[in-house]
């Protein structure tokens, strides 16, 4: 699972602890992979693979149920072979709900999502990672979003395909198919059968899903937060003014404005997973409204440890900051103006700074001599320590020239270390501040004071943003995220055309527009550094083998290759790409032709023609 942190889990910790340093040494690159109980495990993890033998599959499931959270997918693995009582391997016994998956899904919280995969993949083939996984993985669930997780996570085992298998009930069938698979294994001396669709276009079958990467929506409680992902999301969270308004953590889809490159090739385009609205091109992207922070974070208090935990997830971050200053730095109300909002900032860097400092500094120095005694180098001790938080060796290693640390590290003193730390966190998790409250007085002098701490500061009104999303819905106005302006559509009252008119005269006229779509589009653009491409089937017409014109626009890193994007949009395809075409002006391109913004591409690939 290249690029994915895993949890090892068992009863006991010595055992996971164990297990996960074997994987990191037969592990073909470097990995983030660690052991903990399976109690620990579970309540870490976003999808929880379980594996066990079908007699322990009800033992341990409740014995972890507790630590389930809301949100999370159980990957069920385990089948009802015969073996449970005594009997073949070739063979399963009858399970009163129908399926291993669905005694799964009986047992646990109803607020987990239970998906059936992997029941028909040699686990010979997993182990050994220096070839490919030649096996077709059946997926089926009542969650659509939980299976386009789990199909997403099959893309990243090399030479493994995907294949949606419809609800949950079909574990029935995907289980028994084990069995035969086993017997097959017997009959003819292998530990490696598996299985291979054959007759479904490979391409037809690519799910397409937005980035992976995503956005944090951070600052204290009461700033606007919640309002302000509500917005971005039209996921009604609980709004209101008191501290911990978020208590869990909420995931949504928002999306990214782009023009449509469909306008300047002059042809009408047919979206596929993203959305053309008036020659802009709206991308769904990722992002998590985190719980309210406030002083004292790094040591717990508050919702601190819950925030730090959900923190980690994020690729980057959006500050939300009550630009008028009328909540204190526990985020309770006070009189507009009274409080320095750059006093939230300093408070939020210090916070991650102190984190990320308790994370690297335990037991640096004994650990730091034991990597000089091994030789390692400094920059593969730091990035081990902040695997977590998804810091790489290569910005690990930037942060140690930045800071100007030489020598022995074992000699840095927890100074030298809480400079290496904020200088990785900028690099590992970039931020940028949206001034909210703009409609209010006081907030004009506030933005200037923010604009100077060094941050992109971008004025936003979140509720302005909420009420235009909400009328648009209503069909009383017509407005889209980041339009300047709005347009009435019929009658309102006079209480809504003069909120309305507010929102004009205080937000839109002044600043431009709300911000907050200003603020989705620069965290991804500006502080991730992301382009925007278009992979076409057919060149000429444009199109996917449906004849879908533009069907897909993807957000890819800037100084993505085009091998890289083919094997984003399948493994297979990846593997066996042949060359590009730009679609353009139908000039061929080769494998490490680097990406640029609005690039329409074809990839020629042996796996697409078969």
């Not at 020239?401 to 690099?427: C, F, H, M, N, Q």
């Amino acid at each position: 699972m290249a690029g994915h942190q895993v949890i090892v889990g068992s009863r006991s910790l010595d055992r996971a602890v164990d297990a996960a340093k074997v994987i990191a040494q037969t592990a073909r690159r470097s990995v983030r992979v660690s052991g903990l109980t399976n109690e620990n495990a579970v309540s870490q993890a976003d999808v929880v693979v379980l594996t066990v033998p079908f007699t322990a599959l009800l033992e341990t499931l409740k014995t972890v149920k507790p630590s389930f959270k809301p949100g999370q997918v159980l990957v069920n693995v385990s089948v009802p072979l015969e073996t449970a009582i005594g009997g073949r391997a070739t063979r399963t016994v009858g399970v009163w709900t129908g399926s291993a998956g669905e005694l799964a899904a009986s047992v646990i919280p109803k607020t987990v999502s239970v998906v059936t995969a992997f029941n028909n993949v040699s686990a010979e083939l997993l182990k050994d990672t220096t070839k490919p996984v030649e096996c077709d993985v059946l997926v089926c669930s009542n969650d659509d979003n939980a299976k386009r997780i789990v199909l997403d996570l099959v893309k990243s085992i090399t030479g493994a395909r995907g294949f949606d298998a419809g609800t949950l009930e079909n574990s029935r069938t995907i289980e028994q198919i084990t069995a035969l698979l086993v017997s097959l294994n017997i009959r003819y001396k292998v530990k490696i059968a598996g299985l291979r669709i054959t007759g479904i276009s490979l391409v037809s079958n690519v799910i397409i899903s937005w980035s992976s990467v995503q956005v944090g929506i951070v600052g204290k409680p009461n700033a606007g937060k919640s309002t302000f992902f509500s917005a971005a999301t039209l996921t009604l969270v609980p709004i209101a003014n008191y501290p911990f308004t978020t208590i869990k953590p909420n995931h949504g889809i928002s999306y990214l404005r782009t023009k449509c490159v469909h306008t300047e090739l002059g042809v009408e385009d047919n979206p596929r997973n993203s959305k053309c609205i008036d020659g802009e091109r709206f991308i769904p992207i990722d992002i998590i409204d985190l719980p309210g922070l406030v002083p004292g974070a790094s040591e717990g208090r508050g919702l601190g440890n819950q925030f730090l935990d959900e923190l980690r997830k994020a690729d980057a971050l959006i500050h939300v900051v009550d630009a008028s200053g009328s909540t204190d730095s526990e985020g309770k109300l006070t009189e507009a103006g009274a409080h320095n909002p750059v006093e939230d900032v300093s408070f939020l860097e210090t916070e991650l700074k102190m984190w990320m400092l308790r994370i690297v500094g335990k037991d640096w120095e004994k650990t730091a001599k034991k990597t000089e005694m091994s030789g390692e180098d400094p920059g593969s001790l730091v990035a081990e320590r902040l695997s977590g938080l998804g810091v790489s060796k290569g910005q690990a290693e930037i942060g140690i020239k930045k800071a100007g640390l030489r020598g022995k590290p074992s000699a840095w003193t927890k100074e030298d270390l809480l400079k290496l730390v904020g200088i990785i966190r900028r690099e590992a998790k970039p931020l940028l501040l949206a001034a909210n409250k703009i409609d209010l007085p006081t907030s004009t002098g506030n933005v200037n004071r923010l604009k100077q701490t060094g941050e992109v500061t971008i004025p936003v009104s979140a509720e302005a943003e909420l009420a235009l999303r909400r009328a648009a819905e209503k069909r009383l106005i017509e407005y889209k995220p980041g339009d300047p302006d709005f347009q009435l559509l019929g009658p309102v009252s006079p209480e809504q055309k003069a909120a309305l008119e507010m929102i004009r005269e205080k937000v839109l006229k002044p600043v431009g527009s709300t911000g907050l779509q200003a603020c989705v589009n620069s965290a991804f653009l500006n502080l991730l550094n992301m382009i925007v491409v278009y992979p076409v089937e057919n060149p000429e017409k444009l199109s996917d083998h449906a004849g879908n014109v533009l069907p897909d626009a993807y957000l890819v890193p800037n100084g993505t290759t085009l091998k890289e994007l083919a094997l984003k949009i399948h493994t297979e395809i990846g593997q066996q790409m042949l060359y590009g075409i730009n679609a353009r002006n139908g000039m061929r391109l080769s494998d490490n032709y680097v990406l640029k913004a609005q690039d329409v591409v074809s990839i020629v690939s042996a796996a697409k023609r078969a």
